[in-house]
C-alpha cells in the first residue's frame, strides 16, 4: 500500500514539474469553470486555476508526501492499521491539492476545512490524553478561520461571484472589501499559528512524526500564507496589513526564544517553523509575495527532513524525546546525523543551501526597505536566535556525552528510512538554487554598503557562539548569571500563549454557561425553591455573620457611612 501510494505521487509530483516548467517558460494561465448546477440562472461552478505557482506548490506537496508516505512504512511498521493510517495521510494531502488550484472561495473551504479535519484525526492518533487536548485545541484554533471563511463567503454574494481572482485589483475605497481582507488576514493568522493563535502549533507534535514531517513543512500551516499571497493584491490595500507585519515579527521573535528553552527535540523543531512562518508573513506584508513563496518552498524541504531525522533518533533511543539524554549520536547514527546536520544548516541560511538563497534575499530587501528599526532589529536577532538554536541542538545531540540509564542498540540501517531522507536531502542542496533561477525572470539587483551586506554573517556568527557557549553551561550558572527563574518561565513558556488559549478560554465561561444551563434547563422552580433557597440564604447567613463579629472597625464604618448619608441629606435639603 505504502509503496502504490508513493510511486502514484511521486509521478504525479514529476509531472507536475514538466508542466510547470512548460507554464512558466510560455506564461500560460489555465482556468476551468466547470458548470454542476444551473437552474433559474443560478448556476453552481467548480474552478480551476492552474499557473506556474499552483503546478510548483503541488510539485512540492506531492514530492514530501510521496516520501512521507515511503518513511512510514518503516516508521509506522509497529502499527496494527497502517492502511487507515496512509488513507488518512493521503485525505490530507487532497485537501491541500483542492487548496491549491482553487480560485474559487467555496472549493477553497472544502479544502481548508478538511485540513482542519483531517489534521484533528492525525494528531489524536495515538489515542492517549495528551493527545486529545492538543487535538482539540488545533480544531478549535483551526475552527476560527474556518469561520471567517465561511463569513467571507456571505459577503463576497454582494459582488455576484466567489471567485477571488475577479475582485484582486479593484475598488480601492470600498468598505466590503476591506472588511474581506481583514477577514482573510485573521483566517490566515490561525491557520499559521501567528500570535495570538500559536499555541495549537507545538502542541500538534502529539502526532506521529511522519504526520509532523508533512504538516510542518508543506501542508497545513503553510495554507495560511499561500492563501496571503493569492489574495495579495487585495490585502495589501487595508489598513490591517501592518498589524500582520507586527504579529509576524513577534510570533518570529517569539518562537526563536522559546526554542531556545525548550528540551523537546520536536518541540523545538516546531517552534523552529513557527519562527519560519512568523518570517514569511511580515515579509510578505510587507509586498513581496514572491519572497515569501520562495521562502515556503525552499522551506518546505528541509523542515521534512528535519522531521524524519528526528523521528530516526526518537526511535533509535527508546521513543525518548529528551535532549538532555542525547548526546555523540553522530557516532552511532552517522547517515541520519549527516542528513540531520546538512537540513539544520539549511535552516540556519548557510550559504549555498536551499535556505540560503531565500533568506539572504529576504534579509536583504528588509536592509533595502525604507522601514524603521524595531524590523531591522527584530529581523537580524530573529536571525540570530535561528543560529542559537540550531547550534544548541547539535552540541547537546552531537557533542556531549550520551546520557541514557541504560545501553541502546543504536544503529543506522533502516534503508527505507534512509532512502527517503536521502531524496530529501538532495532537494534541501538544490532547490534553493533551481528555484531562484527558474522563479525570478531577472536577478534582483540589491545595493548595499559592505557592513550591512555581511550583516547576517556577523549576525549568525554572534548567534552561533553563543548557542555553542550556552550548551557548554551548567544549570546553576545559566540561572544564576543569565536569567531570574520567572522571566525563564515566561519566555519558555512562549509568553503563556498555551495556558492563554486552553485555561483562559474554558474555566471562566464554561463556569458561567454551567450556572445558565442551571437556571434554563432546570427552570426558576429549581433554583429558587427547595435547594435553591437554601443555598440563598445560607450565603446570605454568611455575609451577615460578619456584621456580628462585633469588630469595631466594622461599626465606625458603618457610622462614618450614615454621618455622610445625612450630611448629603441636609445639604441637599438646604439649597
Known sequence: MCLYMFFFLFFFSVM???????????????????????FNSVSIVMSILLDWMSLLFMMFVMMISSVVIYYS??????????????????LFVF???LLIISPNIISILLGWDGLGLVSYCLVIYYQNVKSYNAGMLTALSNRIGDVLILMVISWMLNYGSWN????????????????????????????????????????????????????????LVTAGVYLLIRFNLLIMKTFFIKVLLLMGMLTMFMAGISANYEYDLKKIIALSTLSQLGLMMSILSMGFPDLAFFHLLTHAMFKALLFMCAGVIIHMMNNIQDIRYMGGVSLYLPMTCLCLNISNMALCGIPFLAGFYSKDLILEMVSFSNLNMMVFLFYYISTGLTMYYTIRLLMYMMVNDLNLLSIYNLYDEDYIMLKSMFILLFMSLVSGSFLSWMIFYYPYMI??????????????????LLGYLVSNMNIYSINKFILTYNLSNFLCLMW?????????????????????????????????????????????SSFYNIFHINNLKIYL???????????????????
Open 16 to 38: 507536475n514539474f514538466i508542466f510547470m516548467i512548460y507554464f512558466i517558460m510560455n506564461n500560460l494561465v489555465i482556468f476551468f469553470e466547470w458548470e454542476l448546477i444551473s
Open 73 to 90: 512504512k518503516s516508521y509506522m511498521s509497529s502499527e496494527l492499521n497502517l492502511f487507515r493510517f496512509i488513507i488518512l495521510v493521503m
Open 95 to 97: 485537501s491541500m491539492i
Open 164 to 219: 477571488y481572482i475577479f475582485y484582486l485589483d479593484f475598488m480601492k475605497n470600498d468598505l466590503i472589501m476591506t472588511f474581506i481582507s481583514v477577514m482573510i488576514i485573521i483566517a490566515a493568522m490561525t491557520k499559521s499559528a501567528q500570535i495570538p493563535f500559536s499555541s495549537w502549533l507545538p502542541a500538534a507534535m502529539a502526532a506521529p512524526t511522519p504526520v509532523s514531517a508533512l504538516v510542518h513543512s508543506s501542508t
Open 447 to 464: 545595493y548595499l554598503p559592505f557592513n550591512l551586506k555581511m550583516m547576517v554573517i556577523y549576525v549568525s556568527f554572534m548567534g552561533g
Open 496 to 540: 503563556f500563549m498555551p495556558s492563554l488559549s486552553t485555561y483562559g478560554l474554558n474555566y471562566y465561561f464554561l463556569s458561567f454557561g454551567q450556572n445558565l444551563l442551571k437556571i434554563v434547563d432546570m427552570g426558576w422552580s429549581e433554583m429558587y425553591t427547595g435547594q435553591g433557597i437554601v443555598y440563598i440564604l445560607k450565603n446570605y
Open 557 to 575: 464604618f458603618s457610622f462614618v457611612i450614615w454621618m455622610m448619608i445625612i450630611m448629603y441629606m441636609l445639604f441637599l435639603k438646604i439649597y
